[in-house]
């Protein structure tokens, strides 16, 4: 069974950084791309960017909302994905999936709020 | 960047009868090499996570109750509930997995009437 565990979510300042993380069992961690995916408070789902496989060199790429402001990257050896959140913005406030979108399998998600 | 349109933006249908949404979206996700249309559609209840209904536009996953169906190809998809359940209230998105910035719906909440 596929199983995507997030932490790290918290309440940070606006400017402030958070780190997420997310475990993942149930299959092989190393053949996917992953996705992170947000949704703000009473929102729709917005995609916020996504890491490919080794096969397909560990590409990288955002949504414009966050280019420049968050990182993301993954440790194969230990099967987890990871969003670095930098310069944060009252707007990112929300709750943070780390997915295989297309794929079964969600996280229960971790909750970011930005907030003086 | 692809632009998803899902139309209702809500609707409410009687138990057991049908429901429709459609989706539309600004290009065509139908990738001309394999024929295959790179459209998912979500179903996310209140509180939960969302859930992958049907990947390639109409592939069923696994687990899924055979009254949830997905069609169309190119620009115009639709994901129907033959007969209403309760249990099927929920939020329903679509998304393509076409290209990258990979775009959702803004979503069709779906309600008993």
């Known amino acids: 069974e596929v199983q995507l565990v997030e932490s790290g979510g918290g309440l940070v300042q606006p400017g402030g950084s958070l780190r997420l993380s997310c475990a993942a069992s149930g299959f092989t961690f190393s053949d996917h791309y992953m996705d992170w995916v947000r949704q703000a408070p009473g929102k729709g789902l917005e995609w916020v960017g996504r890491?490919?496989?080794?096969?397909?060199?560990?590409?990288?790429q955002y949504a414009a909302s966050v280019k420049g402001r968050f990182t993301i990257s993954r440790d194969d050896s230990r099967n987890s994905l990871y969003l670095q959140m930098n310069s944060l913005k009252t707007e990112d406030t929300a709750m943070y999936y780390c997915?295989?979108?297309?794929?079964?399998?969600w996280g229960q998600g971790a909750l970011v709020t930005v907030s003086s | 960047d692809i632009v998803m349109t899902q139309s209702p933006d809500s609707l409410a249908v009687s138990l057991g009868e049908r429901a429709t949404i459609n989706c539309k979206s600004s290009?065509?996700?139908?990738?001309?090499?394999?024929?295959?249309?790179?459209l998912a559609w979500y179903q996310q209840k209140p509180g939960q996570p969302p859930k992958l209904l049907i990947s390639w536009a109409s592939t069923r996953e696994s687990g899924v109750p055979d009254r949830f169906s997905g069609s169309g190809s190119g620009t115009d998809f639709t994901l129907a509930i033959s007969s209403l359940q309760a249990e099927d209230v929920a939020v329903y998105y679509c998304q393509q997995c076409y290209s990258t910035p990979l775009t959702f719906g803004q979503g069709t909440k779906v309600e008993i009437k």
């Open positions: 890491t490919r496989n080794k096969a397909n060199s560990y590409t990288i």
């Open positions: 290009q065509s996700v139908l990738y001309s090499s394999n024929n295959k249309n790179y």
């Open positions: 997915t295989r979108l297309g794929l079964p399998g």
